[in-house]
């Protein structure tokens, strides 16, 4: 029935749902892309250099601990250190210092640099998990991402800092 007929008003009206003139098969189904997992369970994020995340969590394995959440607006430096094997982001204007430990981490490292990380999962030390762990992403095809622990500790704010 057309805007322009008789009982155009009833017809939109009505509470019976319109035929689809085309029946989708019951196999398609629309699904939103949604947050991709490293194989290790290190991490987790937006794969896509087009997306970008706002907020990143350290999710802590001491069930007593608080977890975290910062926005990136606040994260102007991320430091490597390749030698004790640590990212340290600095939220310079909350005056924290965010410290990830663990092993191969350069990846996570580039991914939140670029703001890509949506958290990050302390995993501790244990040697049955980590074998485990690597295990899996050696079967995903990719190296083991420990994050064996994640430290938030606040340091000075510089005194230049205008607020």
Same mark, same amino acid.
């Given at each position: 029935m057309s805007a322009n007929g008789r009982n155009w008003l009833q017809a939109a009206t009505r509470a019976e749902p319109v035929p689809l003139a085309v029946e989708l098969p019951a196999a398609v189904e629309e699904t939103e892309p949604g947050e991709d997992v490293h194989p290790s369970r290190a991490y987790g994020g937006v794969w896509s250099r087009r997306d970008r995340t706002h907020t990143v969590e350290f999710r802590f394995l001491d069930p007593e601990k608080p977890d975290e959440s910062f926005d990136y607006n606040y994260l102007p430096r991320v430091s490597w250190h390749k030698g004790k094997g640590e990212i340290a982001l600095i939220f310079d204007t909350l005056g924290l210092t965010v410290r990830i430990r663990g092993l191969? #981490? &350069?990846? #996570?490292?580039? =991914? #939140? !640099?670029?703001?890509? &990380?949506?958290?990050?999962? +302390?995993?501790?030390?244990?040697?049955?998990?980590?074998?485990?762990? =690597? +295990? +899996?992403? !050696?079967?995903?095809?990719? +190296?083991l991402v420990l994050v064996q622990e994640i430290g938030i500790e606040p340091h000075k704010v510089p005194s230049d800092v205008p607020y």
């Open positions: 191969n #981490l &350069v990846e #996570l490292k580039e =991914r #939140l !640099r670029q703001h890509l &990380v949506t958290w990050v999962q +302390e995993q501790g030390n244990d040697p049955v998990a980590t074998k485990l762990a =690597r +295990e +899996e992403a !050696r079967t995903a095809g990719q +190296e």
